[in-house]
Every structure is written in C-alpha cells, then in structure tokens.
C-alpha cells in the first residue's frame, strides 16, 4: 500500500471551511448550529459524500461518514474531531482533524487498500462550550456521560433550550438514540493540532498521547458588603474583592503545591460587582478551571482550594459560595492504538514525543466507550483558540499521513 496525501486538496479544504465564519478573516468564528455553523456543515457533508461516503447523523448533530468494510457487522474504526469554533478563533483547531480525517480516509481509498472493518470519519457537535454552557456537548451525549434529561435542561445566553434549537437546525430525533452502543468501535483516533509549545520547542513533528487530562470548573461566590469608597474606613469592610484576590493566591498555591507538575488550576474570570471605581466590591464571582492526569489529585487539589476560600472567607467576615460545575476524570489512552501510532511514525521513519494532552477533547469523553488514542502536530508558539493560531501545511500533511496508516492498521 502506498498512501499519498493529496497536499493542495487538504489545504485548500481548510481555507475553504475557514471561510464560513461570523468573524473576518483570519478569525474564524463558527458557534454550533448558528447558520454559518450549518452551511459549514452542508459542506462538509457534501465533502463526505463526494468521497464515497455514507453519511448519517444523530440528534444532535454528530455527523458520521461511513466507509463500509469487508466485514460491515465488526467494530467500527473512528476518526474525527470538530468544526465549531470559539468567538475569534483560528482554522485548525479541531478541523485538522475533521479534514485531515477524511483526507486520510481518501489517501486510503485511492491507495486501493480494503478494510475488514468499516472506517468512519466523525464530526462531533459543539466541542466548544460557547453557546450552552458544556463542552464536548456531542461525545458526552455519545458517550452517556450526559443524561439526555440533562441535555434538554441546557439553554443559550437567549434561553432557547437545546431540544429547540437543534430541531431548528433539523436535527429533531429523540436524544435518547445518541448513545452509542460501547462495542461499537474498535477504536477511535483523533488527529489535533497541540495546543501547547511542547512539540515546536523540542522540534519533534509528532505527538503521541497516552493521557488525557480532565478538567473540573467550579465558581466561587464571595458575598461582601459594599459602600461608598469614601465613607466606609478601612476596618468596617468586607471587601468582596480583597477576599477574591486571597483566594485566587490560594488556588494557584495549591495547584504548585499538589506534588506534580501536570496539576494546573486557572482563575480565568472574575466578575465584581458593583464594578465602579467609587465603590467598595460587594459581591465577586470566580471561575476556576482546574486539570490534571490522576483524578484523585485533582480532586484533593479542588477540596484543598474549597478549605481555603472558606478560611479566607471566615477570616474576613464575608461569605464564600462554592459551587462544581463539572469534575471529569480524565483517561488513559488505549496502549494499542498508542503501538499502531507508533508503529505507523516509524514506519515512515518520523521522530515523535510521547505525551499528555493538557487540553480536553472530544476523544475523553469517547473513551469512556471505546479505546481511543490521539495524535499531535505542533502548532506555532502553542497558540490556539485566537486568529493567528497556526500549523505549517508539513506538518498537517505528515499527521494525516501518519493517521491514515494507522487507521489501514486498526482497520484491516
Ligand atoms: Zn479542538
């Protein structure tokens, strides 16, 4: 089998789907099921099906593009990632692998190979937890890890329901058919731009996973009282914010202190209200982001940051509400699927780095029913999710490369 990667095609298959966006070029904004998410969509689908395809997709708009096997009955081998993009977004996050996918899936069709098991290329819905709240909305629901109930409770920043939206955008089934079975797949493999400065900076074109880390997001509400900034005395505070920046101090030290490098914790927002320069802060809501690879320490990590807003708040005679919005474990990645990645790098002689993926992706929460693995390309200086994120077109076309030999390997 001799696989070639047809380059222009690829890339100008990128630029393509770049090009609906609700931002200008080179930001790329694509929220799910808005109507350039949907002409998005109507493309790719029509991409799918020019290359033999057979497309179907669920009730919430996972979209799977078949190559059937010698063998339909026998586990299926998975490909894919996502088209939806954050606001102000670059075009490679997430459509790498979507592109890249079904360019391997092409290179291995014209290479005249036959697969036992079918191959089908993936589209996930709203990766991104832009417009209801939830990341990787499409694979928690494939998956289970998301109750349909749970699902129909989810609103956008209009307060359209989720079951309201995706009929619209003609997606009317009934959630409960999401679920796939968990011998579906034999195994599913995501190709996905880092996201991080790892690759670039050791100058190694390919990264192997072995491990995905799990975020857990929570909010802390601190309740202080307000006042006019001149007339309370500095002892007759609480000040909300005060308070805010002990806490944020705490969760960063108790991130640096859990023992390992691969915990991080992230205070990424914080609201205060009122918001006026002459008035003392009242009330602060934090959002904090933590991750790690071992999910016992993630949590020791989440209940040591709770201990501590708490004893700040005590010390300081104000209130602190905490509230886990979500606490994933994280996975480990299939050890075969991490041997048929190696072996297709060595295959073509290609140096890679075995590594954890600091990001989540949809390829998480599958592995909750599948053995799944994920291969890397680096990205230029690690940016990602912002217009000048980047990956070098050698670097798109060896990933695809890579993945289309792994895939003929799972799949034979
Ligand atoms: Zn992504």
Not at 161 to 168: A, G, I, N, P
Request: net charge negative.
């Amino acid at each position: 089998m001799s696989l070639t990667i047809d380059r222009d095609r690829l890339l100008s298959e990128i630029d393509a789907l770049a090009s609906f966006s609700d931002a200008e070029a080179p930001a790329v904004t694509r929220i799910v099921f808005t109507p350039t998410d949907l002409r998005a969509r109507a493309w790719m689908k029509a991409r799918c099906e020019d290359a033999g395809l057979t497309v179907r997709q669920d009730a919430v708009g996972n979209t799977f593009a078949r190559w059937n096997g010698s063998n339909p009955a026998a586990p299926v081998v998975g490909t894919g990632s996502h088209i939806d993009a954050i606001p102000n977004a670059g075009k490679f996050d997430g459509v790498v692998g979507v592109l890249g996918g079904l360019e391997a899936v092409r290179a291995l069709r014209e290479s005249g190979f036959h697969p036992t098991h079918s191959i089908e290329l993936l589209i996930f819905t709203s990766e991104e937890p832009t417009r209801f709240g939830i990341g990787c909305l499409g694979s928690r629901l494939l998956s289970a890890s998301l109750s349909p109930e749970a699902a129909r409770k989810l609103t956008d920043n209009d307060g359209a329901t989720l079951d309201e939206v995706r009929r619209r955008a003609g997606f009317g089934s009934e959630l409960e058919q999401v679920k796939l079975h968990s011998g579906y797949y034999k195994a599913f493999v995501e190709l996905h731009i880092e996201q991080g400065p790892l690759l670039e900076r050791q100058q190694v074109p390919l990264g192997i996973v072995t491990n995905i880390a799990a975020p857990a997001s929570l909010r802390v509400l601190i309740e202080g009282s307000g006042g006019h900034a001149g007339g309370v005395l500095m002892p007759d505070r609480s000040d909300a914010l005060c308070a805010a920046a002990e806490m944020i101090l705490a969760i960063e030290e108790a991130a640096r202190t859990s023992g390992a490098v691969d915990t991080v914790a992230t205070v990424g927002i914080c609201d205060v209200f009122p918001g006026a320069v002459n008035s003392i802060p009242s009330r602060v809501r934090l959002s904090v982001d933590i991750r790690d690879t071992d999910l016992q320490r993630r949590d020791r990590v989440v209940q040591t940051i709770e201990t501590a807003c708490h004893s700040i708040a005590m010390e300081r005679g104000l209130s602190a509400k905490f509230e886990l919005l979500n606490a994933d474990a994280p996975a480990n990645c299939a050890p075969a699927i991490v041997e048929a990645l190696s072996q297709s790098c060595r295959k073509h002689n290609l140096e890679f780095l075995s590594m954890v993926s600091r990001a989540y992706h949809d390829s998480l929460f599958v592995a909750r029913v599948a053995p799944v693995g994920m291969l890397f390309i680096p990205c230029r200086n690690g940016y990602s999710h912002r217009p000048d994120e980047y990956a070098a077109p050698e670097d798109i076309v060896r990933g695809t490369l890579v993945l289309a030999e792994t895939l003929a390997a799972l799949a034979q």
